[in-house]
C-alpha cells in the first residue's frame, strides 16, 4: 500500500490491514515509521521524503474531501511558471476548512465547494482538473507568472485554445477577472519552457516583439539547421533562452555550438538570454534592438 501511496499510510489504513493502535504508535514511538501529518506516517523512516510524500499525507490526513488546489496542483500536474514553495495549498468544504484542523505551517487551507468535474486523481491524489488550477492560478498571480502558467498548461496539451475561450465566463466577477482576461490574450503554447515566455513578454514590453516562436531555418535545399526560440525573420536574429537544466550537461553544450555555428553560417544573428537576464526589464529588449540594428547596417 505504501508503494502505491509515495511512501506514506494513513492510520486507518493501517488498521484496516490488522495492525494494532497499540503497535502503531510503538513504531512511530521506536522510529520505524515516521509521522508526515496527522494520522499519516512514512512507513520507511531511512527514506527520503519527496515533494509528492508531503502533499499525498497533507491530502490524506484532512480526510476525503480534501484535495490539492492552486499552485500544488499546478505542480502535480507538473505546469510550470510559479516559483518554488514549501507552502501545500489544500482545499476543504465549508467548515471543514477550520485552521484549527492543521498544525503543519506549510499547509494553506482554502474553504471551496468544488463544482462537479473539476476535481480529479493525479497518481492518485485528488487535485483541481488542470483548467481549473490555471483559472484559480491566473487570478491571484502577477502577469509574468500568469503567462507563463498558461502557456505551460498549453504546451503540455493539459489544456487546449477552446479551453481558454471557457474561461472569462468562469472568472466572471471575480477578484482578478480583468487582469486575468488580458493574460489569456498573450498566451502562446508553443512556448516550452517559463524562461521562453519570460524573455518574450520583456520583448513585448520592449516594443521589439518577436514575429515567429520555434522558428524553423532551413538551407536553400530545405534541411534544417536548427530552431529557435524566438526569432525576427527580416532582420534574421534569433533568441535563445537557455535554461540550466537543459543547456548546462556537455552533450548540449556541444549540440548548442554545432547548431550555432550552422545558423550564423547562414547568415542568422544567435542571442542567448538566461532566467537572471529577465529579472532586468529593459536588458533583453536592449539587445534584441542592438542586433536588429547591427543586421540591418551590414
Request: proline fraction near 7%; charge should be positive.
Amino acid at each position: 500500500m505504501a508503494g502505491a501511496q509515495d511512501g506514506v499510510v494513513t492510520r486507518a489504513q493501517a488498521l484496516e490491514l490488522g495492525f494494532g493502535r497499540h503497535e502503531i504508535d510503538s513504531l512511530v514511538l521506536f522510529g520505524r515509521w515516521r509521522l508526515l501529518a496527522r494520522a499519516v506516517y512514512l512507513v520507511d523512516p531511512q527514506a527520503p521524503v519527496s515533494r509528492r510524500s508531503r502533499i499525498r499525507a497533507a491530502v490524506l490526513s484532512l480526510g476525503p474531501r480534501a484535495h490539492a488546489v492552486l499552485g500544488t496542483a499546478a505542480e502535480l500536474h507538473g505546469i510550470g511558471g510559479l516559483p518554488p514553495s514549501e507552502e501545500i495549498h489544500i482545499a476543504l468544504p465549508g467548515r471543514a476548512s477550520r485552521p484549527s484542523r492543521v498544525r503543519d505551517p506549510a499547509i494553506v487551507l482554502h474553504q471551496r465547494e468544488p463544482s462537479p468535474g473539476s476535481v480529479l486523481a493525479v497518481r492518485g491524489i485528488p487535485a483541481t482538473s488542470p483548467l481549473r488550477t490555471v483559472v484559480d492560478v491566473i487570478l491571484r498571480e502577477r502577469r509574468y507568472a500568469a503567462v507563463c502558467v498558461l502557456d505551460s498548461a498549453l504546451n503540455r496539451r493539459l489544456i487546449t485554445d477552446d479551453d481558454l475561450l471557457l474561461v472569462p465566463a468562469m472568472i466572471r466577477r471575480q477578484r482578478g477577472a480583468v487582469a486575468a482576461r488580458a493574460y489569456l490574450g498573450e498566451a502562446d503554447g508553443r512556448a516550452q519552457s517559463p524562461l521562453e515566455t519570460r524573455t518574450r513578454l520583456r520583448c513585448v514590453d520592449g516594443k521589439v516583439p518577436p514575429d515567429a516562436l520555434q522558428i524553423e531555418i532551413r538551407d536553400g535545399d530545405g534541411h534544417l539547421l536548427g530552431v529557435g526560440d524566438l526569432g525576427w525573420r527580416g532582420p534574421r536574429v534569433i533568441a535563445e533562452a537557455d535554461g540550466r537544466a537543459a543547456h548546462d550537461i556537455p552533450e548540449a553544450v556541444f549540440a548548442d555550438r554545432r547548431r550555432q555555428n550552422r545558423l550564423a553560417n547562414a547568415g542568422w544573428s544567435i542571442l542567448r538570454f538566461t532566467w537572471q537576464d529577465t529579472l532586468d526589464p529593459n536588458y533583453i529588449p536592449w539587445t534584441v534592438r542592438q542586433a536588429i540594428a547591427a543586421a540591418t547596417s551590414r
